[in-house]
């Protein structure tokens, strides 16, 4: 089972083959092959990148292997 990178919640959802939804912190995960690539989701729907916080952050490996 996948945790958010940020809050550690369990409580993610797949919104996307390859982006998801953490319900807990309310940050949306986008991963493309090892890299993934965290944003915040704005009130107006826009989403802030936070990757400069996560820098180096690794996929999990239930995102690798399984899609989740």
Known sequence: MMRCPNCNSKDIGKIGSHQFYCWSCFIELTVNGEKMSVYQVEEDGTLSSLDDLFFN???PESI???GM
């Open 64 to 66: 690798q292997m399984n």
């Open 57 to 59: 952050e690794p996929v």
